[in-house]
């Protein structure tokens, strides 16, 4: 027996011209949390789909909790939670009543169903509009409710696919809190995402996943140190010098920074330490060099993909070249050697 308790090889699926999987593989430990990462159309939702019940590969095998997903479907959904991309509450119904119909359809008595609901609307904080229709709430508090209406039957497995799109700052990290707790009970969670910052905030592993397969896979620090880790990105004001730029710097950055726009925009990559943006800034001041702006930036999808695949995760699928390289002239490199350049100049903010 496999330890995996969710475990997907060479699932294939096409749909008509489109080659939605195109032999994905995929493990998940019990009680861990795995994030499949991937920009639209990378066939994350086909993957959920399929791991859930809801559609058949074209080949390839996943069992789930033990159990072949194509032919003890029955059994796999027994045991797992669905919330899907696009909500799927009936807008008519309260919170309260969405809960206790989820719960009766999933097999519990009325009473059962009722105490089910209580708890739920408790633990998601939604108690007070529990009364109210869903057609009312907040994306947030839909996505509250989503998520709660897929744990009426406490299952083991979770599939979330996308969780927090379209939610503000507050909401997502309300989701966030409310996925950890669930792992910490020992709920195995599989997420789909397109921030690495969630993956980042929430999984132990990642895949991440391009064109219906897996082109990357490791801990959330691997993949953040395979895009060379933060970057800082600096405007100047018009006329600073660049090599006194350069040396300014020099004690602050990782390699060579990377002047564009008739060097007004410097990158460089820096180790992630606490107050650095402070220190540039003075030094660069120090220097005589005013500056119009400064920031720290963290490794976002768009640099992992890039540096995966040349090309960003916005960009139309099929192209295999960087895009936008004919900026490379543009950027003017600073400091004594004019190699080690990083791809990620063209990453777009
Ligand atoms: N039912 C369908 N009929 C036709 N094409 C489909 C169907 N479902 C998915 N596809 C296509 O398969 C590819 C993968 O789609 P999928 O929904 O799995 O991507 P995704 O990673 O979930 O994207 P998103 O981030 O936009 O949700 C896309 O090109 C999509 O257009
Ligand atoms: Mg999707």
Redesign the pocket.
């Known amino acids: 027996m496999s330890s995996y308790i969710i475990e997907a090889e060479g699932l294939v ?1 096409r ?2 011209q ?4 195109a032999g994905l593989d995929l493990q998940v430990a019990e009680g861990s949390i795995l994030a499949v990462l ?12 399929i791991l859930t019940t809801r ?1 058949v590969p074209d080949s390839g095998h996943a069992r789930v909790a033990g159990f072949d997903v194509r032919t003890q479907a029955g059994q796999v959904r027994r045991r797992i939670g669905v919330t899907a ?1 696009d909500v799927t509450l009936d807008g008519l119904l309260t919170g309260r009543q969405n809960l206790v119909m989820a719960g009766q359809l999933s097999g519990l008595s009325a009473r059962a169903a009722a105490r089910r609901a209580t708890e739920l609307l408790e633990r998601f904080d939604l108690s007070e509009a529990g009364g109210r229709t869903a057609k009312g709430y907040s994306g947030g508090m839909r996505r509250r409710l989503d998520l709660a209406t897929s744990l009426v039957a406490a299952p083991p497995v979770l599939f979330l ?2 969780p927090t ?1 379209g939610l503000d700052p507050t909401s997502r990290a309300g989701v966030w809190d409310i996925i950890r707790d669930l792992s910490s009970g020992g709920v195995t969670v599989l997420l ?1 995402t ?1 921030y690495l910052d969630e993956a980042d905030q929430l999984a132990e592993r990642v895949v991440v ?1 391009d064109h ?1 397969r897996s082109i990357a896979e490791g801990t959330p620090a691997e993949l953040k140190r395979s895009v060379g880790g933060a970057r800082l990105e600096l405007t100047l004001s018009a006329g600073a010098h660049l090599d006194v730029v350069a040396a300014a710097l020099a004690p602050y950055v990782e390699g060579h920074p990377l002047a564009s726009e008739g060097g007004r925009r410097v990158t460089a990559p820096v180790s992630n330490r606490g107050g650095l943006a402070t220190l540039v800034v003075r030094a660069l001041d120090a220097a005589g060099v005013s500056v119009d702006d400064v920031e720290v930036r963290q490794p976002s999808l768009d640099d992992v993909f890039f540096v995966l695949t040349g090309r960003t995760a916005q960009s139309d ?1 099929g192209g295999d070249g960087p895009e936008g390289a004919d900026n490379d002239e543009a950027a003017a490199h600073l400091g004594p050697e004019n190699k080690a350049v990083s791809n990620l100049q063209e990453v777009p903010a």
Do not use: C, F, I, S
């Open positions: 699926k749909y008509g489109v080659r939605a999987l991937g920009p639209n159309g990378a066939g994350k939702t086909t993957a959920v789909r559609t991309q696919d996308e799109t789909t397109q996943v219906g699928e």
